[in-house]
């Protein structure tokens, strides 16, 4: 048995829509309930989907638009200084970078501006409109922020200047008094579409000064439209299709900067370039220094800056990866000691010093590691604030729970999964306080077991490569069209093994039924260890096709694996008993140690816990329900194992079997070897065995041993007399079978014990293993059966 990390769930399709939509856009079924579990469920929609024209919406359907188009082209008119206001992540900055391309273009006089992280924190602050005024702008433009910006809104009023704000951040109960605000997610908004990024509005925004579809800002916008994981749905999809595929050809000096430097071919350019590669280099210069070196990036025309700032951001990224391993560990430890996740449903933790770029990224660990709603936090001393970054799990809405603790954080802004605040270092245990009582509340303890959806279970022999290239018209993919993610339950291990310099991955080759399918799991090495070969195994993960000299193969990527049925390791014949520790997990472990004359020498050997089992009473009682049990040394009999294991269902057996010395590869009398020592003896007389066993044992080419037990037995059932080392034939002595003698039937015994336990084949000994436990599993079946 092997459990798996998560708890699967198959998404549930709709047979009938499955078939139709199958028939009518002639798709594979696969694909078909695909589209079905993500809401295309109707041919039409199916349909536009996969094969719809790119139709962007009206950008005037955004309420205020149009005074917001009036209020820039005036200022370009009159070329009053512009200035726009973005973020330091990802979106933030491709939001700038479009506003300011696309102002550039129309001749405004623009600058912008981005927030440091550290000294400023997120958001528009009244000492930057200050100064903004004081330079002498007129006109400020907020990108991917300023819907939480009310005292700065006011602050702009007074000082006269006009303030457009953009933002797609969840809109609190009281909204900032700006000129106008361009969001879809406003109350009375009528917007066809409400899941635009930052820089998705900021697009809308040059898409109406332009007074046509800027193709030319795809591929900026594509960015932030993919690194916020906002829906890829509609309008999103489009915006990351067009993208995607202008990033295949850009021209942009600093884009291809970065690209070259991360050993990126612009023609593989996929949604997984940004989300792993482009997106974590931007987000590294906000998180460490200034983001504006992003922005400078992007609009650059010089390749020898672009080629620069590159390196740089190269670097701070190397940086940003440190500092956030080491912050993990120390948040780990602290969850731990001081907030375990038994009595802490939502993580509340902070430290002086803690980078406050990357306490995002840890929280995010966090969560994959504790599965628990988690906020992690910087503290300043010196300030008495805490600043915060939060990430959620299904069923804990961040943004609206975090909402009603407003009167203890006057900084807050995000969406149901993540967020961002500022509070003071004394409310901290009150706001873990607050959190945990609201999720008492709201959550069971199903929430806190972590889950993976899945979209289907697949039989090997339906992944073909035209069923995979079908898949691929579903991307890109993201949020609400997330990759695809399959189950293939239960099939045949053909090879698997470890590979990577760390031997940190694994390679597999599994079978069923003639198909087979290659599969890759990235860091799953260690499972190796844990899967025996002979294991039907099931696993999850995303299907790919392999391109390799010109060879296209399917396979898939391996993110989890289960094996459902107890397993079998087998390490007979291995004399270092002390490799147990290193290769059985210790959790409810049981090490079996069967002959007393072993036990204080094999404990001190392996320094572990064990358990003495030398009766049927004691096999009896032992509790291996689950249990990873091992079995160091060889039994007495066979029935002991057969008790021990029997009603158990035990997770894994590792054989080992050790016995310092073994019998079974001598010389095994038979009957014809006892008639004719019988014979040798009656012929011969009296004979002194210690002077001449020897001498007739290799007159047939036997052991010495082989006659003095085949002596033994003889004398066991009264045929001789062994006196002083000489042995003498009883000629009146009554016939008898060879079994009546113990010492023939303990060699007898010995013999098939170590034949059937220690020098089996693997199947064979799986398949005895398999009869006593099965018929377990079997009783137990037929008992619930009548319950």
Request: glycine content about 6%.
């Amino acid at each position: 048995m092997l459990k798996s990390k998560t708890r699967w769930i198959v998404r549930k399709s709709d047979d009938q829509l499955v078939k139709m939509l199958a028939n009518e856009l002639k798709i594979t079924p696969l694909v078909a309930s695909l589209l079905v579990n993500r809401g295309f469920d109707t041919v039409d929609s199916a349909r536009y989907f996969l094969f719809g024209k790119d139709e962007f919406h009206d950008p005037y359907l955004l309420k205020g638009m149009d005074i917001a188009v009036n209020r820039i082209q005036k200022a370009i008119e009159l070329q009053e200084p512009i200035l726009i206001y973005g973020d330091y992540d990802a979106d933030g900055v491709s939001s700038t970078s479009v506003l300011m391309i696309t102002l550039r273009d129309l001749g405004a006089n623009v600058d912008f501006y981005i927030p440091n992280r550290f000294t400023e924190g997120y958001g528009p602050n009244e000492s930057a409109f200050r100064k903004a005024a004081e330079s002498g702008i007129k006109l400020i433009i907020t990108v991917d922020t300023g819907i939480s910006a009310i005292h700065e809104a006011n602050v702009a009023k007074e000082l006269g200047l006009d303030l457009i704000i953009t933002d797609h951040h969840e809109p609190g109960p009281v909204l900032p008094e700006a000129l106008a605000i361009i969001h879809p997610k406003l109350p009375d908004s009528i917007y066809p579409f409400r899941e635009l990024a930052g820089v998705g509005v900021a697009f809308k925004v040059a898409h109406a000064l332009y007074g046509k579809l800027p193709e030319h800002l795809f591929e900026i916008a594509v960015i932030g439209t993919i690194a916020d994981l906002v829906s890829l749905k509609g309008e999103n999809r489009l915006i990351a299709k067009k993208g995607l595929e202008k990033l295949k050809v850009t021209t942009n000096i600093g884009l291809r900067a970065v690209f070259k430097l991360a050993g990126v071919d612009l023609s593989t350019i996929n949604e997984e370039t940004i989300g792993f590669t482009l997106a974590p280099r931007i987000n590294a210069v906000g998180r460490l220094e200034d983001a504006d070196l992003a922005v400078q990036l992007i609009l650059t025309d010089d390749p020898e800056e672009a080629d620069h700032l590159a390196q740089e951001m190269d670097d701070l990224n190397k940086t940003r990866q440190s500092i956030v391993n080491t912050i993990t560990l120390e948040a780990i430890e602290e969850v731990e000691q001081n907030y375990p996740i038994d009595s802490n449903k939502v993580l509340v933790i902070g430290n002086e010093g803690w980078n406050a770029g990357v306490i995002g990224i840890v929280a995010s660990r966090l969560v994959e590691k504790f599965y628990r709603p988690t906020i992690v936090l910087s503290f300043d001393r010196e300030k008495g604030l805490a600043k915060g970054s939060a990430r959620s799990i299904a069923g804990f809405d961040l943004f609206h729970n975090l909402s009603t603790c407003r009167d203890i954080l006057p900084h807050f802004g995000g969406h149901p999964m993540a967020a961002g605040m500022t509070l003071n270092l004394d409310d901290v245990g009150e706001l873990r306080q607050r959190l945990n009582h609201l999720a008492d509340e709201l959550m069971t303890e199903e929430d806190f077991m972590p889950v993976t959806y899945l979209d289907e279970e697949v039989q090997i022999e339906d992944i073909q490569l035209s069923t995979l290239d079908e898949l691929n018209q579903l991307a890109p993919f993201g949020m609400d069209n997330s990759k695809p993610k399959v189950l293939i339950n239960n099939v045949d291990i053909s090879s698997i093994r470890k590979i990577g310099s760390d031997q940190n991955h694994l390679k597999i080759l599994v079978n069923d039924q003639g198909a087979t399918l290659d599969g890759v799991g990235f860091g799953l090495g260690p499972f190796v260890d844990h899967i025996s070969p002979a294991s039907k195994i099931s696993f999850i993960g995303e299907l790919s096709i392999n391109e390799w000299n010109n060879i296209r193969k399917p396979q898939i990527f391996i993110h989890d694996m289960a094996v459902q049925s107890w397993q079998l390791f087998d390490y007979r014949g291995q004399k270092r008993i002390n490799t147990i520790a290193n290769l059985v997990p210790d959790e409810n472990r049981k090490i079996i140690i069967f002959n007393k004359e072993h036990y204080e020498k094999i404990n001190a050997q392996l320094q572990l816990e064990t358990i003495l089992i030398q009766d049927m009473e004691d096999a009896q009682s032992f509790d291996g329900y689950e249990a990873n049990i091992v079995l160091v040394d060889l039994p007495p009999s066979k029935e002991l194992v057969a008790q021990l294991l029997k009603g158990k269902q035990p997770a894994r057996v590792y054989a080992y079997f050790y016995k310092e010395s073994s019998d079974f590869f001598s010389t095994i009398p038979t009957r014809e070897h006892f008639k004719w020592f019988y014979a040798f003896l009656l012929k011969n007389g009296p004979i002194d065995l210690k002077r001449y066993g020897d001498d007739i044992a290799k007159q047939r080419g036997w052991s010495k041993e082989t006659i003095y037990f085949m002596s033994k037995v003889f004398s066991e059932l009264e045929f001789v007399t062994i006196n002083n080392g000489f042995i003498t034939l009883q000629r009146s002595a009554q016939k008898r079978d060879l079994t009546d003698s113990r010492t023939y039937q303990l060699k007898q015994a010995q013999y098939a014990l170590e034949r059937d336990l220690l020098f089996s084949s693997f199947q064979e000994l799986k398949g005895w293993f398999d009869e006593v436990i099965q018929e377990s599993v079997e009783i137990e079946e037929a008992v619930k059966g009548w319950i």
